[in-house]
């Protein structure tokens, strides 16, 4: 009885294992995951199936195909060579932000495929040398920003069809070594110019100050010898306040005629000169 029992369950427990498995290959071969950051397109033999799958797990059926597309912002940093306005080899370092959209994927993935960001670095750099090439080299520094949000701007414009522009930065501008020695002299130049025109400047005001001073001098004198023409007993006091309260030792004659020189005399003996006068009558 127990042997019939056992070859009767022998099949069913064969085919219900069978249909398991069979569940189990039909439910992998029907599911898909899409990545954390990705977009799915949903394809079959080849051909773009409408609408596309948030990350996660999805059912699909067995002959569909799903690609992801990485939808996350990706930083790219590329180095080229641009031509300034005064034909100066400048090289600038940049980084670009970009991130592909939701409503773009599906197009995006028609017509350019997965390496869309190739399509997007030529653009970019176009873009960079065409307002690159508006400046003289000398300025490129000093207008950094300005140019940085031309270029942004414009790239906005030109790869609306393919990503979105997140961001864009120009990270360094270097120039040829020829080109920064010839910068440096003339910074130099410049220096030497200032400092000259400085000092020029300064000598300037300290001689109108000198001027001044001079003409503030000249005018007191005249004022002092009107008032001392004027009023002789201002000299006499001025001498008085400038004598230092010795007896003078010398003294100055003046002879009888006028074309006559003073002559310095010793005070005794310019007494006894004056005696000699006095006493009989002669010059």
């Not at 200032?194 to 005018?219: D, P, S, Y």
């Not at 002879?255 to 009558?281: H, M, N, T, W, Y």
Request: charged letters at 25%.
């Amino acid at each position: 009885m127990a042997k019939y029992q056992t070859k009767n369950v022998t099949p069913t427990v064969i085919a219900g294992a069978m249909i398991l498995v069979a569940v189990v290959l039909g439910v992998a071969l029907c599911t898909r995951v899409v990545p954390v950051g990705h977009i799915g397109i949903v394809t079959s033999f080849g051909k773009i199936i409408n609408g596309t799958l948030d990350p996660g797990l999805h059912f699909v059926m067995p002959w569909h195909s799903v690609v992801p597309m990485d939808c996350r912002v990706q930083n790219t940093s590329e180095t080229t060579e641009c031509f300034s306005k005064d034909l100066q080899l400048v090289t600038v370092k940049i980084a670009v932000l970009t991130v592909l959209t939701k409503e773009k994927a599906t197009q995006v993935y028609s017509t350019v495929g997965l390496q869309y960001l190739e399509q997007v670095k030529p653009r970019v750099f176009e873009i960079l040398k065409q307002h690159v090439s508006r400046y003289e080299a000398e300025t490129l520094i000093e207008s950094r920003e300005k140019i940085r949000d031309e270029v942004f701007k414009a790239c906005q414009e030109r790869l609306s069809d393919i990503v979105g522009m997140q961001d864009f930065v120009v990270v360094n501008i270097d120039f040829s070594d020829e080109f920064q020695r010839a910068i440096e002299k003339k910074q130099v130049a410049l220096q030497d110019s200032l400092r000259a025109e400085n000092e020029l400047k300064k000598a300037k005001i300290e001689a109108e100050q000198a001027i001044e001073t001079a003409k503030g001098e000249a005018e007191a004198l005249k004022v002092r010898g009107e008032a001392l023409q004027a009023n002789p007993a201002v000299a006499q006091l001025e001498a008085i306040k400038k004598w230092d309260g010795k007896a003078p030792q010398t003294v100055v004659l003046q002879g009888s005629d006028a074309a006559d020189l003073p002559v310095v005399f010793p005070i005794r003996v310019s007494l006894q000169i004056v005696f000699c006068k006095e006493k009989f009558g002669f010059n």
